[in-house]
């Protein structure tokens, strides 16, 4: 047997980055909480300016010896060359975004994406006179007419969030590198078991470590993966000087997570899609959206592009959304009402559509035309965990009827 082969997924979840601890021989890597380190004048110096690959831990805003194994293992399962992590999903976006871009840059934005990241371009990025032209990135014709000559980053979600519409990740990549610009994808909601948005052609991917990767809802982080080169330069600015760094605890919590990532998103996987068939043939749901079922509008491109279709479905009902919120609080057992995904208990909300256009997107036209789509007057979004999925149906049934 060839001892070449490259290792599979499942074990470089396991071992990349998790050397035995020479000093303790522990099996699990060890919690370094320390905030500072002693180094060698000669190997490090005072100013992050000086960092460089061989930079020993001096400080934890630059780097901690928890962190960096994590940066490590993500790195590695999304096929990039480093990793850099933060405090939080949104820490990492606004890092990437303000460390990359500057005043008289254009970023070209999918029109629905994280609520946080939409009010960011549309409240913040203005004022550092950073231009931004929003658009259905599930629409390649309106995306490459977004692009200006000034565009320097095209920022996509896939699936996005809240709707699970997908992106052509190598089409758009194209777009972006015709016209000398960078493509980063959120690829929170597919995991890197889904999509490797960088071995289709994008410059860097994000993902929300609090969510599918941290697996159990009890640690925030972020991160960021891509070329060396443009990471260091992140670290070095937007990192060290916004001061966004990851708690070396919620590294080794994100960490031990990953260990799990593979066996997990399968479970999540089969069991939402359990769940949205049931839902498709429920009498009292108009409409079910989850990329795993014929009937996603781009089912044909979640075949091609995702080898999982994760744990995220939104639905319609036939009846008034936010009277059967309000029953779905009340009479839910094995659903939490609650925002967040990724976690081992299964999650749902409302978002009704008027509300989510005044707080996070300003869609008119054809891109709301899309949106209602998939979303109508309003979907419940739903995060599949890893309870019994007739179970989950039992409980969504008992919940949707008035009585």
């Not at 990492?92 to 990359?100: F, P, Q």
């Not at 909601?189 to 990767?213: C, E, F, Q």
């Not at 916004?242 to 069991?271: D, Y």
Request: net charge negative; charged share 20%; glycine share 8%.
């Amino acid at each position: 047997m060839s001892t070449n082969r490259k290792k599979a997924f499942s074990t470089r979840s396991i071992h990349t980055g998790e050397p035995t601890d020479p000093a303790t021989q522990a099996v699990e890597p060890s919690l370094v909480l320390s905030t500072n380190f002693v180094f060698n004048p000669d190997e490090a110096g005072f100013s992050a300016e000086t960092l460089s690959d061989k930079t020993p831990n001096v400080y934890a805003r630059w780097s901690t010896p928890n962190v960096r194994a994590l940066e490590e293992k993500l790195a590695d399962l999304e096929e990039g060359e480093d990793a850099l992590c933060f405090a939080s999903g949104m820490a990492a976006i606004s890092a990437l975004i303000l460390g990359t871009l500057h005043s008289g840059d254009h970023l070209v934005l999918s029109d629905v994406c994280y609520a946080g990241v939409s009010e960011l371009a549309r409240n913040t990025l203005p004022g550092f006179g950073i231009e931004v032209t929003t658009a259905n990135f599930s629409d390649l014709e309106a995306v490459a007419a977004a692009v200006k000559s000034n565009t320097k980053l095209l920022w996509a979600e896939s699936p996005c969030n809240p709707i699970l519409r997908l992106t052509d990740i190598a089409a758009v990549a194209e777009i972006a590198h015709n016209a000398g610009a960078q493509l980063g994808v959120d690829s929170t909601m597919a995991t890197p078991v889904a999509t490797r948005p960088l071995t289709l052609g994008a410059d860097l991917v994000a993902h929300s470590l609090t969510k599918y990767l941290n697996g159990h809802g009890d640690a925030l982080g972020g991160a960021i993966i891509g070329r060396k080169e443009a990471l260091g330069k992140l670290r070095q600015g937007a990192l060290i000087h916004f001061g966004g760094a990851l708690s070396p605890f919620n590294a080794w919590l994100i960490r031990r997570g990953l260990h799990t990532l593979e066996v997990r998103m399968k479970a999540h996987q089969e069991k939402a899609l359990h769940v949205a068939s049931y839902l498709e043939s429920h009498a009292a749901i108009k409409r079910v959206i989850y990329p795993g079922l014929a009937s996603h509008p781009q089912y044909a491109l979640a075949q091609r592009q995702m080898s999982n279709a994760s744990g995220m479905l939104t639905f319609q009902t036939k009846e008034d959304g936010v009277e059967v919120a309000r029953r779905f609080y009340r009479k839910l057992q094995d659903f939490t009402y609650a925002v967040s995904l990724g976690k081992q208990r299964s999650l749902l909300f409302y978002i009704p559509t008027e509300d989510i256009l005044k707080s996070s997107f300003s869609l008119e036209g054809a891109a709301l035309d899309s949106y209602k789509d998939f979303a109508g007057e309003g979907i419940f979004r739903v995060s599949i965990g890893l309870e019994d999925a007739e179970d989950l149906c039992v409980d969504l049934d008992q919940a949707l009827r008035k009585d």
